[in-house]
């Protein structure tokens, strides 16, 4: 199963969802291209750890974390 | 025939003001009990991106430290929703504050995981929209991770 781990008011909000599901793969593409359309950063992580952003939808991720956009405090 | 009168009128009035502050103080643990479980999301989701050290770092001072993915730098995430990153010299003693924050109200924890992010992988953009500020300068034992 992978996941797509939004931020919001509640701590966050995950949607879960089988890869190998066309339609489930479909949503969770409409759903990435929705909130990077709407400002959020998509990150994703390597086995070590690594933290790298991601601008297109990977149908591989294993978890993809969304933050909204980021301002000056 | 008074005495009657004063009691009637004060239960009358002492009665649905007492109902009243329970209401209230039942609405303040009500949303105490939201933002406590809110919070305690955020610091999971966190922890399950911190390194190994880091973790070990927020479990030990509620803060951790990150190395900018541009130029090296240290920063240094402490706890908390805004004015909460600071620059490290060599000697890990702070130098300067960084705010920047994502939009949204979000937790600690939400907060902390996407300056982590933003400073790991993209660290010029999250400095280009950061506001500078000025951090106590204390002496270095004090200002190092023990």
Known sequence: MATQIVMDQSGDTRHHFDAKDVKALSDAERRFKALTGAGFTAAVRNANGEVSLVRSFDPNAEETVFFPRLVGG | ?146
């Open chain 2, 1 to 146: 025939m008074a005495i009657g009168l004063l009691k009637m009128a004060a239960t009358c009035v002492v009665r649905p003001i007492h109902h009243l502050i329970r209401l209230v103080q039942l609405a303040q643990s009500w949303r105490q009990a939201q933002y406590e479980g809110r919070a305690a999301r955020g610091n999971t989701l966190l922890r399950e991106w911190l390194s190994p050290e880091q973790k070990a770092q927020f479990d030990t001072i509620k803060s951790f430290d990150v190395v900018g993915c541009n130029t090296g730098k240290s920063y240094r995430i402490q706890y908390g929703v805004s004015a909460n990153v600071v620059e490290l010299d060599d000697a890990g003693r702070p130098t300067i504050g960084w705010c920047f924050v994502p939009t949204g109200n979000l937790v600690p924890g939400d907060v902390m995981l996407a300056q982590k992010i933003a400073l790991e992988a993209d660290e010029r953009r999250a400095l280009a929209v950061a506001r500078q500020f000025l951090v106590p300068q204390l002496p270095s034992r004090l200002s190092t991770v023990p």
